[in-house]
Protein backbone atom coordinates (compact mmCIF):
# COMPACT_ATOMS: atom_id res chain seq x y z
CA UNK A 1 0.00 0.00 0.00
CA UNK A 2 0.96 3.42 -0.60
CA UNK A 3 0.08 6.46 1.60
CA UNK A 4 0.55 10.38 1.62
CA UNK A 5 3.63 10.95 4.11
CA UNK A 6 2.36 12.35 7.25
CA UNK A 7 5.43 15.18 6.72
CA UNK A 8 3.74 16.55 3.75
CA UNK A 9 1.14 18.39 5.99
CA UNK A 10 4.00 19.83 8.15
CA UNK A 11 6.19 21.00 4.94
CA UNK A 12 6.58 24.60 4.52
CA UNK A 13 5.97 25.79 1.31
CA UNK A 14 6.08 29.44 -0.25
CA UNK A 15 3.24 31.45 -2.17
CA UNK A 16 4.97 29.58 -5.42
CA UNK A 17 4.66 26.14 -3.75
CA UNK A 18 0.90 26.93 -2.25
CA UNK A 19 -0.24 27.83 -6.02
CA UNK A 20 1.41 24.59 -7.05
CA UNK A 21 -0.35 22.61 -4.81
CA UNK A 22 -4.00 24.03 -5.05
CA UNK A 23 -4.76 21.49 -6.93
CA UNK A 24 -2.85 18.20 -6.87
CA UNK A 25 -1.02 16.62 -4.66
CA UNK A 26 1.17 13.58 -5.04
CA UNK A 27 1.48 11.39 -3.10
CA UNK A 28 5.74 10.68 -2.92
CA UNK A 29 8.49 12.31 -0.92
CA UNK A 30 9.28 15.92 -1.29
CA UNK A 31 11.77 15.75 -3.32
CA UNK A 32 13.90 18.64 -4.08
CA UNK A 33 14.59 17.96 -7.95
CA UNK A 34 11.35 18.42 -8.93
CA UNK A 35 11.98 19.31 -12.34
CA UNK A 36 12.65 15.57 -13.28
CA UNK A 37 10.72 13.23 -14.03
CA UNK A 38 12.60 9.94 -12.70
CA UNK A 39 9.77 8.15 -11.50
CA UNK A 40 6.58 7.87 -12.35
CA UNK A 41 4.71 10.77 -11.23
CA UNK A 42 1.28 12.89 -11.83
CA UNK A 43 2.26 15.99 -13.11
CA UNK A 44 -1.33 18.24 -12.67
CA UNK A 45 -4.57 17.74 -13.15
CA UNK A 46 -7.29 19.24 -15.32
CA UNK A 47 -11.19 19.87 -15.14
CA UNK A 48 -13.77 20.20 -17.47
CA UNK A 49 -17.18 20.91 -18.56
CA UNK A 50 -18.42 18.20 -21.07
CA UNK A 51 -20.26 20.82 -23.11
CA UNK A 52 -17.73 23.30 -22.24
CA UNK A 53 -13.96 22.19 -21.81
CA UNK A 54 -12.65 26.20 -21.31
CA UNK A 55 -15.25 26.08 -18.11
CA UNK A 56 -13.39 24.68 -14.65
CA UNK A 57 -16.19 25.14 -12.60
CA UNK A 58 -19.03 22.81 -12.62
CA UNK A 59 -22.65 22.72 -11.90
CA UNK A 60 -24.58 20.01 -10.32
CA UNK A 61 -25.32 16.90 -12.01
CA UNK A 62 -23.35 17.89 -15.21
CA UNK A 63 -21.25 15.77 -17.01
CA UNK A 64 -17.58 16.81 -16.44
CA UNK A 65 -14.27 15.05 -16.71
CA UNK A 66 -10.80 15.05 -15.43
CA UNK A 67 -8.10 14.80 -17.17
CA UNK A 68 -4.21 13.52 -15.25
CA UNK A 69 -1.13 13.82 -16.43
CA UNK A 70 1.11 11.18 -15.37
CA UNK A 71 4.70 11.10 -16.76
CA UNK A 72 7.21 8.39 -16.47
CA UNK A 73 11.02 8.51 -17.09
CA UNK A 74 10.62 6.05 -20.32
CA UNK A 75 7.33 7.74 -21.58
CA UNK A 76 3.94 6.43 -19.81
CA UNK A 77 2.44 2.91 -20.54
CA UNK A 78 -0.90 1.07 -19.70
CA UNK A 79 -2.50 2.38 -16.22
CA UNK A 80 -4.80 1.20 -14.22
CA UNK A 81 -6.62 3.82 -12.19
CA UNK A 82 -9.02 4.57 -9.65
CA UNK A 83 -11.19 7.42 -8.22
CA UNK A 84 -13.40 8.44 -5.49
CA UNK A 85 -15.12 12.13 -5.41
CA UNK A 86 -16.40 12.98 -1.98
CA UNK A 87 -17.34 16.28 -0.20
CA UNK A 88 -13.68 17.67 1.47
CA UNK A 89 -12.28 16.60 5.07
CA UNK A 90 -13.52 19.71 7.56
CA UNK A 91 -9.88 21.15 8.63
CA UNK A 92 -6.82 23.43 8.37
CA UNK A 93 -4.59 21.59 5.35
CA UNK A 94 -6.50 18.39 5.54
CA UNK A 95 -5.02 14.82 5.19
CA UNK A 96 -6.97 14.07 2.01
CA UNK A 97 -9.64 11.59 2.37
CA UNK A 98 -13.20 10.78 2.00
CA UNK A 99 -14.14 11.41 5.39
CA UNK A 100 -18.06 11.02 4.22
CA UNK A 101 -19.53 9.28 1.91
CA UNK A 102 -18.44 8.54 -1.53
CA UNK A 103 -20.32 10.33 -4.29
CA UNK A 104 -19.13 8.85 -7.64
CA UNK A 105 -16.20 6.36 -8.17
CA UNK A 106 -15.35 3.78 -10.73
CA UNK A 107 -12.12 2.11 -12.37
CA UNK A 108 -10.11 1.61 -15.64
CA UNK A 109 -7.02 1.95 -17.79
CA UNK A 110 -5.39 4.50 -20.09
CA UNK A 111 -2.53 4.02 -22.41
CA UNK A 112 -0.40 7.75 -22.01
CA UNK A 113 0.41 9.86 -20.16
CA UNK A 114 -3.02 11.92 -20.04
CA UNK A 115 -5.38 9.82 -18.21
CA UNK A 116 -9.27 11.35 -18.65
CA UNK A 117 -12.16 10.11 -15.76
CA UNK A 118 -15.41 10.83 -16.77
CA UNK A 119 -18.54 11.61 -14.54
CA UNK A 120 -21.51 13.29 -13.42
CA UNK A 121 -20.83 16.31 -10.81
CA UNK A 122 -23.00 15.02 -7.48
CA UNK A 123 -26.53 16.64 -7.36
CA UNK A 124 -26.95 19.48 -5.63
CA UNK A 125 -28.16 17.46 -2.30
CA UNK A 126 -25.55 15.17 -2.04
CA UNK A 127 -23.17 18.32 -2.23
CA UNK A 128 -24.64 20.36 0.55
CA UNK A 129 -22.83 23.82 1.38
CA UNK A 130 -19.69 22.20 -0.08
CA UNK A 131 -18.49 24.76 -2.93
CA UNK A 132 -15.80 22.34 -3.82
CA UNK A 133 -15.24 18.23 -3.87
CA UNK A 134 -12.04 16.18 -3.24
CA UNK A 135 -11.36 13.68 -6.28
CA UNK A 136 -8.94 10.81 -5.26
CA UNK A 137 -7.24 8.86 -7.55
CA UNK A 138 -4.94 5.44 -7.72
CA UNK A 139 -3.03 5.08 -10.50
CA UNK A 140 -1.24 1.43 -11.73
CA UNK A 141 1.45 0.29 -13.84
CA UNK A 142 0.45 -3.10 -15.65
CA UNK A 143 -2.22 -3.51 -13.30
CA UNK A 144 -5.65 -2.90 -11.88
CA UNK A 145 -5.74 -0.52 -9.13
CA UNK A 146 -8.21 -0.84 -6.46
CA UNK A 147 -8.70 2.47 -3.56
CA UNK A 148 -10.00 2.91 -0.20
CA UNK A 149 -11.11 6.59 -0.26
CA UNK A 150 -11.51 6.14 3.41
CA UNK A 151 -8.18 5.47 4.49
CA UNK A 152 -6.36 7.18 1.19
CA UNK A 153 -4.63 3.96 0.35
CA UNK A 154 -4.48 2.06 -2.98
CA UNK A 155 -2.71 -1.14 -3.80
CA UNK A 156 -2.03 -2.58 -7.42
CA UNK A 157 -3.03 -5.94 -9.07
CA UNK A 158 0.19 -6.44 -10.29
CA UNK A 159 1.63 -6.08 -6.91
CA UNK A 160 3.37 -2.59 -7.58
CA UNK A 161 2.95 0.51 -5.19
CA UNK A 162 0.13 2.72 -6.46
CA UNK A 163 0.79 6.36 -7.53
CA UNK A 164 -1.83 8.64 -5.45
CA UNK A 165 -2.88 11.79 -6.05
CA UNK A 166 -5.70 14.24 -5.10
CA UNK A 167 -7.44 17.36 -6.12
CA UNK A 168 -10.27 19.80 -6.27
CA UNK A 169 -13.18 20.28 -8.09
CA UNK A 170 -14.50 23.45 -7.98
CA UNK A 171 -18.46 23.89 -7.46
CA UNK A 172 -20.52 26.37 -9.48
CA UNK A 173 -20.76 28.14 -5.65
CA UNK A 174 -17.50 28.99 -5.60
CA UNK A 175 -18.35 31.35 -8.33
CA UNK A 176 -17.18 30.82 -12.23
CA UNK A 177 -13.78 29.88 -13.02
CA UNK A 178 -12.02 29.14 -16.42
CA UNK A 179 -8.72 26.99 -17.61
CA UNK A 180 -6.14 28.76 -18.60
CA UNK A 181 -4.25 27.38 -22.20
CA UNK A 182 -0.83 27.08 -23.22
CA UNK A 183 -0.71 28.55 -27.13
CA UNK A 184 0.99 26.19 -29.47
CA UNK A 185 3.36 28.85 -30.04
CA UNK A 186 4.06 29.71 -26.80
CA UNK A 187 7.22 27.61 -26.22
CA UNK A 188 10.71 28.11 -27.43
CA UNK A 189 13.81 26.16 -27.68
CA UNK A 190 17.13 27.88 -28.28
CA UNK A 191 15.48 31.03 -30.02
CA UNK A 192 13.26 28.84 -32.50
CA UNK A 193 9.16 27.66 -32.31
CA UNK A 194 8.46 24.30 -30.59
CA UNK A 195 5.88 22.54 -31.80
CA UNK A 196 3.39 20.19 -29.63
CA UNK A 197 4.58 16.67 -29.88
CA UNK A 198 2.23 13.59 -29.71
CA UNK A 199 5.34 11.09 -30.44
CA UNK A 200 5.94 8.55 -27.34
CA UNK A 201 9.54 8.51 -25.84
CA UNK A 202 12.06 6.31 -27.34
CA UNK A 203 14.87 7.04 -29.69
CA UNK A 204 14.88 10.11 -31.77
CA UNK A 205 13.69 8.84 -35.25
CA UNK A 206 10.41 8.66 -33.02
CA UNK A 207 9.85 12.51 -33.83
CA UNK A 208 12.19 13.77 -36.47
CA UNK A 209 10.54 17.05 -35.70
CA UNK A 210 12.45 17.32 -32.44
CA UNK A 211 15.18 19.93 -32.65
CA UNK A 212 18.69 17.90 -32.01
CA UNK A 213 21.26 18.43 -29.70
CA UNK A 214 24.51 16.97 -28.19
CA UNK A 215 24.50 15.16 -24.97
CA UNK A 216 25.38 17.60 -22.01
CA UNK A 217 25.02 20.99 -23.92
CA UNK A 218 23.41 24.01 -22.84
CA UNK A 219 20.33 25.84 -23.94
CA UNK A 220 17.26 27.66 -23.05
CA UNK A 221 13.47 27.46 -23.33
CA UNK A 222 11.29 30.50 -22.86
CA UNK A 223 7.29 30.48 -22.22
CA UNK A 224 5.83 33.56 -23.35
CA UNK A 225 2.16 34.53 -21.61
CA UNK A 226 0.05 36.01 -23.80
CA UNK A 227 -2.12 37.75 -20.92
CA UNK A 228 -5.28 36.15 -22.01
CA UNK A 229 -4.11 32.93 -19.54
CA UNK A 230 -5.36 35.33 -16.52
CA UNK A 231 -8.67 36.51 -15.34
CA UNK A 232 -10.26 38.78 -13.91
CA UNK A 233 -10.79 38.84 -9.95
CA UNK A 234 -12.02 40.22 -6.93
CA UNK A 235 -8.89 43.08 -6.46
CA UNK A 236 -7.12 42.77 -10.01
CA UNK A 237 -6.03 39.78 -11.71
CA UNK A 238 -5.12 35.70 -11.00
CA UNK A 239 -1.60 34.42 -10.40
CA UNK A 240 -0.91 31.91 -13.71
CA UNK A 241 1.68 29.37 -12.42
CA UNK A 242 4.33 27.53 -14.71
CA UNK A 243 5.28 24.26 -13.85
CA UNK A 244 8.07 22.99 -16.31
CA UNK A 245 9.55 19.34 -16.14
CA UNK A 246 11.46 17.37 -18.08
CA UNK A 247 12.37 13.59 -18.06
CA UNK A 248 16.19 14.08 -18.54
CA UNK A 249 18.67 16.59 -17.89
CA UNK A 250 19.01 19.28 -15.67
CA UNK A 251 16.30 22.06 -15.51
CA UNK A 252 17.60 25.60 -13.56
CA UNK A 253 14.38 25.74 -11.71
CA UNK A 254 10.78 24.03 -11.59
CA UNK A 255 8.55 26.77 -11.73
CA UNK A 256 8.02 30.27 -13.05
CA UNK A 257 5.00 33.00 -12.46
CA UNK A 258 2.71 35.60 -14.35
CA UNK A 259 2.15 37.93 -11.55
CA UNK A 260 -1.09 40.53 -11.61
CA UNK A 261 1.68 43.42 -11.79
CA UNK A 262 3.41 41.37 -15.04
CA UNK A 263 2.51 43.43 -17.73
CA UNK A 264 1.30 41.34 -20.97
CA UNK A 265 2.74 39.62 -23.22
CA UNK A 266 5.62 38.24 -21.10
CA UNK A 267 8.47 35.82 -21.37
CA UNK A 268 10.19 34.04 -18.76
CA UNK A 269 13.59 31.74 -20.01
CA UNK A 270 14.83 28.68 -17.79
CA UNK A 271 17.83 27.32 -18.94
CA UNK A 272 18.34 23.55 -19.47
CA UNK A 273 21.46 21.13 -19.70
CA UNK A 274 21.22 18.23 -21.60
CA UNK A 275 21.64 14.93 -20.59
CA UNK A 276 25.34 13.83 -20.12
CA UNK A 277 26.92 10.92 -22.93
CA UNK A 278 26.46 8.06 -20.35
CA UNK A 279 22.50 8.56 -20.32
CA UNK A 280 22.38 8.61 -24.62
CA UNK A 281 22.33 5.27 -26.10
CA UNK A 282 24.13 5.59 -29.77
CA UNK A 283 20.60 5.56 -31.26
CA UNK A 284 19.35 8.91 -29.66
CA UNK A 285 17.38 9.92 -26.65
CA UNK A 286 14.17 11.24 -27.12
CA UNK A 287 13.63 13.73 -24.04
CA UNK A 288 9.89 14.63 -23.19
CA UNK A 289 9.43 18.12 -21.92
CA UNK A 290 6.17 18.94 -20.16
CA UNK A 291 4.52 22.35 -19.01
CA UNK A 292 1.15 22.62 -16.74
CA UNK A 293 -0.14 26.03 -16.08
CA UNK A 294 -2.00 27.10 -12.65
CA UNK A 295 -4.33 29.63 -11.98
CA UNK A 296 -4.42 28.53 -8.05
CA UNK A 297 -8.63 28.42 -8.27
CA UNK A 298 -8.71 24.60 -9.88
CA UNK A 299 -8.38 25.78 -13.67
CA UNK A 300 -5.11 24.10 -15.13
CA UNK A 301 -3.09 23.46 -18.92
CA UNK A 302 -1.13 20.76 -20.09
CA UNK A 303 1.51 20.97 -22.98
CA UNK A 304 3.95 18.70 -24.03
CA UNK A 305 7.27 19.19 -26.16
CA UNK A 306 10.48 16.77 -27.06
CA UNK A 307 14.27 17.04 -27.96
CA UNK A 308 15.79 14.64 -29.66
CA UNK A 309 19.81 14.35 -27.73
CA UNK A 310 22.40 12.36 -29.93
CA UNK A 311 26.25 11.66 -29.68
Known amino acids: MNRLPDRLASFRVSR ?13 EVDTKGWLVDRTRVLGARVEAEAEPSRASIAPGERMRVTWLVAAPGGTGRLGWA ?17 EAVLASAR ?20 GESDALTILAAFCEGGEASLDAARFE ?25 NPELAP ?46 ESVEGGLEDVLASHVVTAGKLKRQYSMFEPADPAPKEVSVEWTAPPGGEVPAEGRLVEVYFVLRDGRGGAAFGRRTVCVRP
Open 185 to 230: DAVRFDGAPMAPSTSRAGPCVADPAAPVVGPGTPHVFVLRFRGDER
Open 154 to 178: ATCAGGAAARLAAGKIRLAAAGANR
Open 108 to 127: GSSDGELVTMELDAPPAEAA
Open 16 to 28: VALLALAFVFGCE
Open 83 to 99: YAVCAPPLANFPEPRCA
